[in-house]
């Protein structure tokens, strides 16, 4: 016969996972700077978050991520120091299209702030926050 008050976790027969989910890989065929950015999503999120369902999506976001970060560290400095207005111009809107295509990459795998939440429920989260920059 059992004694007065909890069980323990032991006594309850509790099943805990000790299999560790593993997190997606990136493909073999990606590119170091676009695999570096797969590894940085990926941690990001629960280990089990991106199905295989997801991982082309996953793969374009980051080529699209790698060629902005390459437009933006290599390409355009340059231009600017030619002083190459017309030019810069064109790699701005480039930029601008890239931009664009990561935006709707992310909302559609569902990793931005505005895509996890109902428009109630962003409100709602927004008004509760983390900590502010401020009190650090």
Not at 37 to 59: C, M, N
Not at 80 to 98: F, I, P, S
Not at 102 to 124: C, D, E, F, H, V
Request: with cysteine; glycine share 6%; charged share 25%.
């Amino acid at each position: 016969m059992e004694g007065p008050g909890r069980r323990s976790v032991n006594a309850r027969g509790t099943v805990v996972n000790l299999v560790p989910v593993q997190r997606s890989e990136p493909a073999n065929y990606l590119s170091a700077d676009e695999a570096a950015v797969w590894r940085k999503i990926v941690a990001s999120q629960p280990p089990d978050y991106f199905g295989a369902e997801t991982h082309h999506l996953l793969e374009s976001l980051c080529r699209h991520v790698a060629m902005m970060q390459w437009l933006d560290s290599t390409r355009l400095p340059v231009l600017r120091q030619q002083g190459k207005d017309a030019e810069v111009r064109a790699w701005l809107a480039e930029m601008r299209e890239e931009s664009k295509l990561i935006k709707m990459l992310s909302t559609s795998l569902r990793i931005t702030n505005r895509s996890k939440y109902q428009p109630r429920g962003a409100w709602t989260a927004s008004k509760r926050g983390g900590p502010k920059p401020w009190d650090n």
